[in-house]
């Protein structure tokens, strides 16, 4: 606890959280990790209802 | 049932995936010097500035007294008195001895909340005769410090912070091996059996793996960049995953240079049981028996044989496990179009 008050106590020039630069980078990286899900997500509900349709037409 | 299992997993990866962005970006670095100043010392009373980087190890204005600087030649340590400490420096006043068993000195400073902080050669004593340190400079190592230092990731001189990249560079990899194994499997049993099942799966998997693959040469280039100082160096590792990328890339051209010919899924299959073959040489056999800078090669041991810790490993796994799933979770799509296009073309 105690380090983790000198970390937000020390806004230093350089250093990745004084900054505020990790909670950008972290952002940045969950958004395009969000975005990547949701492509693959809805591409493989797609690919479901592809697959159903080639199944019943090919009965 | 399948459906909801199927969902689980997928799902599962991008939650691990989420979690080893958090805690990979937002847990701070353990302190380490980085410089000492002046680096060259004279024969007289002398004060260094010893800078550290990382979260800092000390408070604004902290008293000097819980703080010790110890400076090393060769097998023996000199003393110096702590004159000022800051959250990224302190600063120490000595004594030059005229005689040192070695004009080099390395830098030691203990504190009581982060430990022991190193610093090889931070400074040096060119006018110093070679001898004993006289005994009235000598100093004796403190006693044995318990920092609380709390969750951390170990900091490593030219790495820093950029050590988060491994989170991304090496999974990646693993993530490539993996599925390129999957598509070795896959062209074998295409040999074997000669069904378009298996050249499906093999070429799923050569795409696939191919992206993580330009993947993790782009994030181990833009690391070297960080800690080598340049995109590429002509390193028998980094060479090495080059040349399988684009051996990789010869698989698609070979498949798309032959379109529908009947030979396309044989000839593939033996091109891909090659190419993983030269995979394993390349990168996993000869960088071994090479010098090379990158980690894990001949005189470079990788990070788990001394850097790897457990704030480390407590992301690292899941980041192997999340990019592993996710890049199995592509495969499959990549295979599902294959057979979709497949049962397409053929009704």
Redesign the interface.
Known sequence: ????N??L??S?E????GSGK??V??GV??II?GGL?MA??R??RK?SR??EE?RS??K | MKGTLNSIW??GS?LL??YV??WG??T??QPGLVSCSPSQLDLQEETITLSA????F???GAETSGFTVILRSADQLLRTDVTSVS??GIEARFDVPDNLPSRALDAFVFTP?AGTLFLGNACFVEDAAKGDIPEEYRATAPDDLHP???F?FPFQPNIM?SIRNLLLHVPMWFAMFFVMGIGFVASLAQLRTDRVLWDQRAEAAVRTGLVFGLLGLTTGSLWARWTWGAWWVSDPQLNGALVTVLLYSGYLILRAAMGDDDRVGRLSAVYNVFAFVMLVILLMVLPRYTESLHPGKDGNPGFNSYDLDNSLRAVFYPAVIGWGALCY??YT?RL??N??AH??LT?
Not at chain 1, 1 to 4: A, C, F, I, R, T
Not at chain 2, 53 to 56: D, H, N, R, T, V
């Open positions: 606890m105690e380090m983790m000198m970390i106590l020390n230093l350089g250093f990745f959280f990790a909670h980078v972290t990286a969950l990790l899900a693959m997500w591409m493989d690919l592809l697959e080639v037409s090919g | 997928k799902w991008i995936l989420a962005f958090l970006f937002s701070p670095l980087a990382g979260q800092p000390a408070l604004e959250p990224h909340k609380q230092l709390g951390s912070e979770w592509m799509l599902r179009m057979r979709l049962a397409l009704q």
